[in-house]
């Protein structure tokens, strides 16, 4: 089943554009990551999916339902984590999840329950009686996550939730969102501006690049599609040749852009063409990461 089915949505602001024309498809039970640099539109079509903001045009239906007609229902099935900003600073952690409860469940004896599994998996029992604002932004993260979870959303939106976030404490986010996504079959939509974050976890991944969805695919496709024309090299050579070898990749044609790494070396990213380096220098290819395309694209466009 269709988890969620975005046609043609575009969402402006007065007259500037922010999403623009966009479509995408993300079945039930998949992690999709939404990729982009800032100001690229992510936060908007978050914004959208979760009922918060109306589209200007396109059509949106999650889990079968109409953004249009069912706005009630979506509201009912999905979760959009953002800003910890949400919580009530001087609440505890528990109080904020009861508080959050009861706007968006019913509170009974079960929900009490989920909240203090909650509470317990996202390691914050020892912060019970804390208020919240004592919090480190790691936990107030964690907090806002379980937050989310409390209604067992079917759908999970997540814009950029490791933002700003300790290292150990994103790596325990990470986690708990593929063993939720694994145990619940929640299907998640992730944005990041990091990009190995959503290499890691999604299946299917999606680039904005100023409002306008440039890839939409899986990433196993993305990397086929861009290996034949974006290959990546090392190159090392003796440190007195460094202005020989910048003049050289200078006038290259199959190569498309240079940055050096230290007095004796440079990465070349080449169109995939064969470029004859000169023979002092020793050539590594490197292994194409997602990183690399992801800055083709926003350079240079999909292709
Ligand atoms: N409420 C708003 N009013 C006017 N412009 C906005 C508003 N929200 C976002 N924008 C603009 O829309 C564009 C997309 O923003 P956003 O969706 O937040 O991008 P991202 O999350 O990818 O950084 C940006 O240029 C931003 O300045
Ligand atoms: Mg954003």
């Known amino acids: 089943m269709l988890a969620i089915n975005v046609s043609g949505l575009t969402k402006k602001y007065k007259k500037f554009t922010a999403v623009d024309n966009i479509s995408f498809k993300v079945e039930q039970g998949r992690i999709y990551g939404l990729l982009g640099p800032n100001g690229a539109g ?153 990009i190995w974050e959503v290499e890691q976890i999604a299946s299917e991944i999606g680039v904005i690049v100023n409002g306008k969805l440039a890839v939409n695919k899986k990433s196993s496709e993305i990397f086929s599609d861009y290996k034949q024309f974006l290959r990546i090299f090392e190159l090392a050579f003796p440190k007195e040749k460094f202005s020989e070898v910048s003049g050289f990749l200078d006038v290259s044609s199959g190569v498309s852009n240079f940055r050096q790494t230290g007095h004796d070396k440079l990465i070349v990213q080449t169109d995939g063409s064969e470029v004859a380096f000169p023979d002092f220098v020793s050539v590594t290819e490197k292994e194409l990461s997602l990183e690399d395309i992801y800055s083709h694209i926003v350079k240079k466009g999909a292709v």
């Open 42 to 194: 992510k936060s908007t079509i978050m914004k959208v999916l979760s009922t918060l903001i109306s589209p200007c045009a396109g059509y949106v239906e999650i889990m079968g339902y109409s953004l249009e007609k069912d706005k009630e229902k979506i509201k009912s099935i999905i979760s959009l984590v953002s800003d910890y900003t949400v919580l009530e600073d001087d609440l505890t952690p528990y109080e904020n999840l009861k508080m959050f409860a009861e706007i968006s469940v019913s509170m009974n004896s079960q929900v009490e329950g989920r909240i203090s599994s909650l509470i317990e998996d996202f390691g914050l029992s020892m912060y019970k009686d804390k208020l919240t604002k004592n919090l480190s932004s790691g936990n107030k993260q964690k907090l806002n996550i379980a937050r989310a979870l409390i209604k067992k959303p079917q759908i999970l939106l997540l814009d950029e939730p490791t933002n700003a976030i300790d290292v150990e404490t994103s790596r325990f986010i990470r986690e708990y969102i593929v063993r939720e996504n694994l145990e619940s079959n929640t299907t998640v939509v992730i944005s990041s501006h990091y």
